[in-house]
């Protein structure tokens, strides 16, 4: 992949939108004083918003329709132009929830993103062919999605993690039939190892397919070592990043400092298994660093939440960071990263790294 520079634009959300997603009684939103960020992804022509929105753990499962509709209205009123999702997010209800709100917001088709992702399956104890990177799930998965999302292509399909029973080389044949056939526009990773990419990318070049455009890891100041370091080069070749978990499952914005609480995104029924992860070993002292950040955001005058999400945005091979919210407030919140960004001087952001090291 030839080698390119990132390129940034500026874009004030339009006003208008608000009053056209008030409903009945309501007083629409006030525009927030920020302008949106958009960044290529990668070395394609797509310009995504550096803030996104996923649908990680809470549609279909933590809110209802009703604060749905609201998150994903307010994320398009505030220049938001991508929305992420994945098979196995609530077991399918995730994408079906998004594409109901999408289509009932009547948000024009020209104007957004959307992703699904493929390989944990969407039912509950899947079969064999209900599951992993073939041929034949990676094209039923896609399929699926289309009816869930409401949408006539994705704009983003990732492989959702690599696959050990199929060959790299039939994933990559799969995804660029699906291309080839109008279904997908850009096909992705999500942590996968460096050597895998390359051997995907390898395999297009060989084969004159269409090659991985794009990697969706984890990154946040408490896990960046892989693409800092494993993806650096591979990024300065062009290949784009949509990263996920801005702010560790929300440990970089204090709220575990005293503890999980049950309404919190760690304390929700079967989550157990990510509060293992956030919390637990071999990461012991993950809580006693975050600790130490939010005592440098209140030094600086900074929400905790909008520093860890501005420092995400600080780095150049960072396409668009994929933010969470179960209420607008929260999301709210987390778009004035895109203010932080012009608040926090050098000798600050030097203090940020030093208090999670």
Not at 157 to 164: K, L
Not at 188 to 213: D, F, K, V
Not at 217 to 225: D, F
Not at 271 to 276: F, P, R, S
Request: one cysteine or more; charged letters at 25%.
């Amino acid at each position: 992949m030839a080698r390119r520079r990132t390129r940034h634009a500026l874009c004030l959300p339009d006003a208008t939108a608000y009053t056209a997603h008030a409903g009945p009684g309501q007083v629409p939103r006030r525009l927030r004083e920020f302008a949106m960020l958009y960044r290529r992804l990668g070395s394609t022509g797509l310009q995504l918003s550096a803030l996104s929105f996923g649908a990680w753990v809470t549609f279909g499962k933590q809110i209802g329709r009703s604060e749905a509709r609201n998150l994903i209205a307010a994320a398009w009123d505030n220049g938001i132009n991508f929305f992420d999702n994945a098979e196995v997010y609530a077991r399918g209800r995730a994408e079906q929830v998004m594409g109901d709100v999408i289509a009932d917001l009547r948000l024009p088709r020209d104007g957004f993103c959307v992703s699904s992702k493929v390989f944990f399956g969407a039912v509950d104890s899947p079969r064999p062919t209900q599951r992993g990177l073939s041929r034949k799930h990676v094209t039923d998965a896609c399929h699926a999605a289309l009816k869930r999302l409401r949408v006539e292509y994705l704009d983003l399909y990732y492989c959702h993690r690599p696959d050990p029973d199929t060959p790299i080389q039939e994933t990559v044949r799969a995804m660029d039939a699906l291309i080839r056939q109008g279904k997908v526009l850009y096909w992705g990773t999500s942590e996968w190892s460096a050597a895998q990419l390359r051997e995907a990318i390898a395999i297009a070049e060989r084969e004159h397919l269409h090659a991985p455009a794009m990697e969706q890891p984890q990154y946040n100041l408490l896990h960046r070592e892989r693409l800092e370091r494993e993806y650096a080069s591979l990024c300065e070749d062009g290949l784009g990043t949509t990263i996920w978990s801005p702010l560790a499952s929300g440990l970089l914005t204090g709220k575990y400092n005293a503890g999980v609480e049950a309404d919190s995104r760690l304390g929700q029924p079967g989550n157990q298994w990510l509060q293992d992860e956030v919390l637990g070993a071999p990461e012991a002292r993950r809580l006693e660093r975050a600790r130490a950040f939010c005592t440098v955001a209140a030094e600086l005058g900074q929400s905790p939440a909008q520093l860890a999400i501005a420092w995400c945005l600080r780095n150049r091979h960072v396409s668009s960071v994929i933010l969470g919210a179960s209420r607008v407030t929260q999301l709210e919140e987390n778009l004035g990263a895109l203010n932080t960004l012009d608040q926090v001087d050098d000798a600050g952001w030097a203090r940020v790294e030093s208090s999670t090291r």
